[in-house]
Every structure is written in C-alpha cells, then in structure tokens.
C-alpha cells in the first residue's frame, strides 16, 4: 500500500493539484523500481485532473483511434485494483504525457508528467481541457503530432456538425453579456466554448489564488475577446462586476445560484465532478459532440426566459 502523507492546498487533494500532486507523489515512490524501461513508440501517460468518467472514457477512446495507448493516473475507479502496479510501471515506458489543465506554477508544484520528464526523460505536453471547438482542435493536433494520423471521419463529422450548429445560432447569442465563475482550469475551457458559439464573456472570476491565475495561459484561451479577469473572488466582489458589465447570464457551478437569483440573472449550472456533487459526475466536456450538448443547454436557458 502507498501512503500519501502530504496534504495538499486544496482540500488535502480531492481537488486539481491535490490530485495531480498525489499521482506524482506515487510515480515518486516508484521511481527506483522502474525507472529503466525501455520507450513504447504509442504508450501515452494521460494525467486529467479532477474530471468525469464520461470524459475519461472520451479521451480513452480518442486515444485510442489514432492508435495511441493510454495510461491513466489516477486511474479509473473499476479499474483501481486491477493490474495497478504493472500499470504504473509501464507509465515509465511511455513516448510521452499528457497533462490537462496546469498552470506554470502547478507545473512545478504538483505535475506528475514534469516528474517523468525530469527523472526519466519522458517528453510532456501540457493542453487546456479539450472544451468547446478551439481547444478541442488543439487536442487533435496533438494527437496528430504524436500518431501521425488524422482525427476519425466520425470526429470530423461531429466537428463540422457543431460548427454549423454555432454559426446557425451565433446571432441569437450574440449581446449577451456573461460571466462564468468557478474552479479556473474547468473555466478557461467553458470560457473558450462560449466564445464559440457567440456570447460575450465580459467576466471571469475564480475563487484560485493569484498564483495559480496564469493570465498568460488565459490569454492564449480567450484570444482578441476582452475578459475581466478575477482572482480569489468571493460573491460580493462579483456583484460589482454583474451591475458594472451589464450581466445578463451567469454560467458556473451550484453556489452562483444565491447570487443569480438576487440579482434576477439567467443562470446556467455547470461545475466539475468534485465541486458540482449533484450534478458535476454527469456532465461531458470533452470534445466535439458535447460541446453541442452544452450549447443545447445554453439554448434552452435562453429559450426559457424569452430570449
């Protein structure tokens, strides 16, 4: 049995750099056992963060349409006892790591793919969370840089179809002002997909740490679009922003509900698997196809108020 001694910042590890930070701290520990193994061209070491099953099982599947074999830390829950120590030692035989969603500074905190690259050598990229169109292509290129093959005629297929469903609705969305409010790695992607399909986001606020806030990785996400960036935000600095910026949506997990209610906002409830409890283990991010299911959502939402 590992013991992982250490708390972490946040929430003693159940949240993103808890959970990064333990699966480093586990390639640690087993780092003179296996750390001599010989390179697989197509083994891939997936590192996701805090994120559902139903996205885990996305990337596993994606990764596996070019061809690439993916290992994941933490790993799945029905897959936990399984063959776990052979698991992490082949991690140690991987062509590379992918890391989903850490800033600079976590990078050199709690990343167990720069671990890997400075023990053993093992080359890591890093990519935002594969939300919305943008940042969903930059995940294709990826893997195409790594497999040599281009995404599936099923994936292709699921991209044109929301491409044409945004540009259909890009008018009715077009105007409203938005702020999204939760943990920033979850954000910057659901960030990313709203400017897809058209809204304005003016705000975003994040209750992380300045440190953990990389403006300069936000700015790479939002592009041209000029967002208020909020760090280590409660909700009574947020009303501010709602009434200076006109707010007419708010978009974020379960305790935005108090303030989008008092101040009579449409809101749209959205949060990752440990912050959202209720509703966050059922929600798909990742890709093409659930990228419409969020603009479904959306939809719907303003179709309710009249919009």
């Not at 009434?243 to 974020?252: A, D, P, S």
């Given at each position: 049995m590992v013991r992982l001694s250490s708390a972490t910042e946040e929430n003693s590890g159940i949240y993103k750099s808890g959970v990064h930070a333990a699966a480093r701290e586990i390639l640690r520990l087993c780092t003179p056992v296996y750390a001599s193994k010989e390179r697989e061209f197509n083994r891939i070491n997936v590192f996701p963060g805090p994120v559902s099953l139903d996205d885990v099982n996305w990337l596993k599947k994606t990764l596996l349409e070019h061809a690439l074999i993916p290992v994941f830390l933490p790993r799945q829950?029905?897959?936990?006892?399984?063959?776990?120590?052979?698991?992490?030692?082949?991690?140690?035989?991987?062509?590379a790591s992918l890391e989903l969603a850490l800033g600079e500074q976590e990078q050199q905190d709690s990343s167990p793919g720069r671990y890997l690259l400075d023990s053993?050598?093992?080359?890591?990229?890093?990519?935002?969370?594969?939300?919305?169109?943008?940042?969903?292509?930059?995940?294709y290129l990826l893997l195409k840089k790594l497999s040599g093959s281009n995404m599936s005629a099923d994936s292709a297929f699921e991209r044109q179809a929301s491409f044409d469903l945004f540009e259909k609705t890009r008018k009715e969305f077009a105007g409203i002002s938005t702020l999204v409010y939760g943990e920033s790695s979850l954000s910057f992607g659901l960030t990313a997909l709203l400017l897809d399909i058209g809204l304005q986001v003016k705000v975003l606020a994040t209750d992380a740490g300045s440190v953990r806030l990389d403006k300069r990785r936000f700015k790479a996400v939002s592009g041209s679009a000029r967002v208020e960036l909020l760090a280590d935000t409660d909700f009574v600095g947020i009303e501010e922003y709602v009434?200076?910026?006109?707010?007419?949506?708010?978009?974020?997990c379960g305790k935005s509900n108090r303030l989008s209610q008092a101040l009579e906002l449409l809101r749209a409830r959205l949060g990752n698997p440990f912050h959202e409890r209720v509703s966050g283990f059922n929600n798909r991010y990742f890709g093409y196809q659930a990228a419409r299911e969020l603009h479904q959502r959306l939809w719907a939402v303003l179709q309710k108020a009249g919009i």
């Open positions: 829950v029905n897959e936990a006892h399984q063959n776990g120590l052979a698991e992490i030692e082949s991690m140690y035989a991987a062509a053993s050598g093992i080359p890591l990229y890093s990519l935002e969370l594969p939300i919305g169109l943008k940042l969903s292509d930059s995940f009434r200076r910026f006109e707010i007419k949506l708010i978009l974020g």
